[in-house]
C-alpha cells in the first residue's frame, strides 16, 4: 500500500527552536523530472536553518539528503529503483520522503557512506564552482574566509588538489590545524580580515563572512583577481575602501548556488565530488552525526558556532 503521510521538519513558532517534527504531512507526489527518495541522511547549512527563524508555520526547509530511490523518475532518466543517492531540493528537504529533480541527484559509489553524502550538495558545489569562477588556478594564491565553515573546508581541499596556494582566514588560533589538515599552506587568524594582507595579492577570494572582512579583503586582489563572495555569516553589510579596490582592477562576484545550477549540472558536480570522497583525496569533515529527533538543538549549536565543520541528522524507518 502506498504510503500516504509521512514524518518532516516543519516550522512550529511554539516549539524549541521554533522546529518539531510532523508524524502527519502528505506524502509527495513527484513530477514526471522527478525521483522520490527515501532519505536516510541530512545535513545542516547555515543558509537552511536561518530560514527557520523568518518563515511561517508549516514551513518545511532543508536542502542537502541522501537515500534510496523509492520511485524513479516516470520520463525513465535519472537514477534507478534501489540506488543509493545524493541529492537537494530548495525546501522540504528534512523529510523521510522527498521529491528530487533527476538532474540534481547523483548516484553513490558503494564506499561512499549516506552521512558522507549529505554533506556534499550545498557546501560541496559552492566550494566547486566558487573555485572554478576564475579559471584555472594552478599555481596561483587563493584566500578563503569563514575556513572552518562546511563551505569554507571543502574549499581548502579542493583548492589544494587543483594545485594552488592556500591562504586560510579564521577566527580562533585552536581552529589552525583543523584547516591545515584541510589543504592550507598558510593560516592567518583575524577577526576582521586585515591581516590576510601579508600573504597576498589573491587571484582568487572565496569569501563567506561578509562584514568588514568582505571590505577589508577586496582591497587584496591581484590585477584581474576575482573575490567571489558566497555568505554573510557576520554581516549582509559591508563597506569598502573604493580607490583600493578599483586599482586592483579586480571584480566582486556575487554567488548563489540555486542561480549556480543553472549554468552548472548539480548532477555531474557531485559525481565528481563523490569520486573524491571515494578516493580518499576530499574528507567531508562531519564534526557531529546524530539522529534527527535532535534537529531543535543542533540547528542552535550551529547558530551558535558550537562546531566546524558539517552536522550530519540520520533518518531511521
Known amino acids: ?99 528530487v529533480p ?3 541527484l547523483a548516484v553513490l559509489p558503494d564506499t561512499v557512506s549516506f552521512s558522507q553524502a549529505a554533506t556534499l550538495p550545498i557546501a560541496g558545489l559552492s566550494a566547486l564552482y566558487a573555485l572554478e569562477r576564475n579559471g584555472s588556478l594552478l599555481g596561483q594564491t587563493v584566500l578563503i574566509t569563514g575556513a572552518t565553515g562546511g563551505v569554507g573546508l571543502f574549499a581548502c581541499q579542493l583548492a589544494r588538489l587543483a594545485g594552488v596556494r592556500v591562504v586560510a582566514l579564521i577566527r580562533r588560533p585552536e581552529q589552525a590545524e583543523l584547516v591545515r589538515q584541510a589543504g592550507a599552506h598558510e593560516v592567518v587568524v583575524s577577526a576582521d580580515g586585515a591581516e590576510a594582507a601579508g600573504y597576498g595579492p589573491y587571484h582568487l577570494i572565496v569569501e563567506s563572512v561578509g562584514g568588514q572582512v568582505l571590505g577589508n579583503v577586496m582591497g587584496m586582489l591581484i590585477f584581474g583577481g576575482v573575490c567571489v563572495t558566497l555568505g554573510a555569516s557576520e554581516s549582509a553589510e559591508a563597506s569598502f575602501n573604493i580607490r583600493l579596490f578599483f586599482m586592483a582592477g579586480g571584480a566582486l562576484q556575487g554567488f548563489f548556488i540555486f542561480n549556480e545550477i543553472r549554468r552548472h549540472s548539480a548532477a555531474m558536480g557531485l559525481s565528481r565530488l563523490l569520486q573524491l570522497v571515494a578516493t580518499g583525496q576530499l574528507q567531508t569533515s562531519i564534526s557531529i552525526e546524530t539522529p534527527w529527533t535532535n534537529i531543535a538543538e543542533v540547528t542552535q549549536q550551529l547558530l551558535d558556532r558550537q562546531f566546524s565543520g558539517k552536522a550530519v541528522l540520520t533518518i531511521n524507518g
Open 1 to 99: 500500500m502506498k504510503q500516504t503521510t509521512m514524518r518532516s521538519v516543519v516550522v512550529k513558532p511554539d516549539a524549541p527552536g521554533r522546529i518539531h517534527i510532523d508524524t502527519a504531512v502528505p506524502t509527495p507526489e513527484p513530477s514526471s523530472s522527478e525521483a522520490l527518495v527515501r532519505v536516510a541522511a541530512i545535513s545542516l547549512n547555515r543558509g537552511d536553518v536561518r530560514s527557520i527563524h523568518h518563515s511561517q508555520a508549516g514551513f518545511r526547509p532543508g536542502w542537502d539528503l541522501a537515500g534510496i530511490v523509492e520511485q524513479a523518475a516516470a520520463d525513465c532518466s535519472g537514477p534507478k529503483i534501489g540506488e543509493g543517492v545524493v541529492g537537494f531540493v530548495p525546501s522540504g528537504g528534512w523529510a523521510e520522503l522527498v521529491a
Open 102 to 104: 533527476r538532474n540534481s
